[in-house]
């Protein structure tokens, strides 16, 4: 496999299993470079341990064997809430607390990495209006009294809030219609770029790896099938990458 | 007396009632907070803790309020009687709604909610505080509410150990047959349960996340804790203020009673006659079950009045005999080996099972004993109290011994049978031989001639050291020897039962027409 870039690592996985005591392998024998800058998606469908191998970056999970290194450092090296403050985090629907404002959700990792009010307030704004949402009319709301897609926008926003050099995001627009999905996913391919942000976003949706991946990295049963360019995805023989874009086929089919 | 004119009278007594109430279950709730929160916020980090720990919570809730009052009586620095034993005992009631609720609602924060707080970069404490609680909150709050209600209810219980609450006034009322003392009782606890499911409901609908109306309802939490913080001051400051004064005296008796009325103005006399000789007396009166003699052999009382049959037979378990000098002078001899306690000299009544006929009767027949009437019982019907028809040394034995031959058995209601016996609806009854009743409805107690019953002489117990303190006690418990008649006992009896009067003033006038 032909590595397009020679960026430095931020992630990486060397040989890294992690399994439970009760279950087979979750992710067997894993290397994965990501590379400062890019946007990788790992793909596959529910079950497949691309969650699991999300959750190894940010150390809600260690590693059984082989070890994950971040900013050339194993996770497990690092102090846990320090590593995390580095990262955002995004999950669907977002996961904000239903007891704090917009304006305390997206403000919540500055306050706990010690910034003072008017910075924070400050960097709130930005944000909101960052991801499209009016300070004045969203600040002092709670999350139940917005939209499914606005909920997704504070969710970036949090993960933004710190300036982190990573985000994680776990199938970040699946809940979302198509619509708002797909302007959520031209946007946020547009900030990661404009920002400069690294990324590790996983999804089922073939088309929203297509659409915003630098590179897809296609998991099977615990393991990295394939990892390429999305052109070389659509290009691949690999069975399972076949089965992919046969769907994309068969939908595209269906709307013409 | 119309329950309306009753409350008129006795408002002010209520309201301090109502205050001990408040006070006990508002001082039980907040130790169980402080508890049962906790607690179960390290239930939900140590998984293997949950079971055994929400077990002995649920197996403390299941026993009966009176026995573990009994079980908490003997143990030193939590038991004894008054309200520290209560407040024990509410508080183990109270934890486990709390512990539950609070490990259900911890537990109940969505998922992806507390993922989301960890991979933000929060530290454990910071997960709690900022996102478990505040979203838990609600949940909680409604273990709290369980909770409280439950205490409401329990404490009218506490009354039996002492502890006051509107317990008071329920138990005088079952035992009166007072329906104004009851409905008082009654209603009031049933009144501040609803105002604190009420108050504590606003404070529940605070934490969740539907209503909008948050700032109002504040407002009226607040209030309502202000409230509750106020009548806790008051109390806390009447309380210390008393107690200072009390603990000052050397010579302090603490005088008990069983909870009916006879026993409760035989301890009304001596505390009496001990304060008008300068020896300040607490008063635990009208204690429930066993609870005097615990507290008399642990030290928490010094003297009760007991009855000697009852100490003989269900505390020295003894099988029953009819001599009442023998029985006399075994319990004297077994108080004083196994308890170091003092029997008293006989006060000069017996309250045995008195074999009633109406008066009318007695004088057309000539009938001065039982064995006088049994020729007649063929053709009468008779009417007993559960109690005599179930017990050792009741009915069986009883038409055995003097060969009666009934009309017809009755059971019923103690209390009734008095009525049932004057009006003609039965010919015989089994009584207490010094209710009040038995002279004011002129009927005739027939003599034990073949000494049936096992006696029950009117006697003191008081415990050793407590006479060496109190030379006091010695003295009055000498001019108790043989001055209560049961002609007196009736009618001390009735003027309580019958005339609902206070027993304070009651004994007060006694005393002072018999110059004691």
Known sequence: ?256 | MSFWHFLQLNWSDLLLRVQEHIVLVFIAILAAVIIGVPTGILLTRHRSLRGPVLGIANVMQTIPSLALFGFLIPLPFIGGIGARTALVALVLYSLLPIIRNTVTGILGVEPSVREAAVAMGMTDGQVLRQVELPLAMGVIVTGIRVATVIAVGVTTIAAAVGAGGLGVYIFRGLRQYDNNLLLAGALSAALLALAADFLLGLVERQFSFEAKRRAGLARVALAAGVLLVLVVGISLWRSSGGAGSQTASQSRVAVGSKDFTESALLAEIVAQMLEARGVSVERRLELGGNLPHEALVSGTLDLYPEYTGTAFTAILHHAPISDPRAVYEQVKQDYASKFNVDVSAPVGFENTFAILVRGAEARRFNLKTISDAAPHTTQWRAGFGQDFMSREDGYPGFSKTYGLKFKEVREMDLSLTYIALSSNQVDLIAANSTEGRITTLDLFQLADDRHYFPPYEAVYLVRQDSLARVPALREVLAKLANAISTEDMRRLNFEIDGNKRDPKEVVKEWLAAKAL
């Not at chain 1, 087979?24 to 790992?42: F, Q, Y």
């Not at chain 1, 996961?95 to 003072?116: K, Y």
Request: net charge neutral.
């Open chain 1, 1 to 256: 496999m032909p590595q397009e870039s020679t960026n430095d690592p931020l992630v990486q996985f060397h040989n890294v299993t992690f399994s439970l005591p009760t279950a087979a392998n979750i992710i067997s024998d894993l290397n994965l470079t990501v590379e400062k800058g890019e946007t990788l998606v790992l793909l596959g469908e529910s079950g497949c341990g691309k969650t699991t191998t999300l959750k190894l970056v940010n150390r809600l999970l260690t590693p059984s064997s082989g070890e994950v290194r971040v900013e050339d450092r194993a996770t497990t090296a690092w102090d846990p809430i320090a590593l995390r403050r580095r990262i955002g985090y995004v999950i669907q629907e977002g996961g904000l607390f239903p007891h704090f404002t917009i304006a305390r959700n997206v403000g919540l990792v500055p306050v706990l990495s010690g910034w003072d009010a008017a910075r924070t307030s400050e960097r709130v704004r930005e944000l909101l209006s960052l991801v499209g949402l009016d300070p004045e009319r969203f600040a002092e709301r709670y999350p139940r009294e917005l939209s499914g897609g606005q909920r997704q926008r504070v969710g970036v926003a949090r993960a933004l809030a710190a300036d982190p050099p990573l985000l994680l995001l776990d199938e970040p627009f699946g809940a979302l219609d198509p619509l708002t999905r797909a302007s959520l996913q031209r946007e946020f391919a547009d900030l990661t770029s404009r920002l400069g942000k690294t990324a590790i976003l996983v999804t089922h949706d073939v088309r929203e790896a297509l659409i915003l991946a630098r590179r897809i990295g296609l998991m099977h049963k615990g393991r990295l099938v394939l990892l390429e360019t999305p052109e070389r995805f659509l290009a691949s023989d690999n069975p399972q990458a076949h089965a992919y874009i046969e769907t994309l086929n068969l939908s595209d089919g269906g709307a013409r």
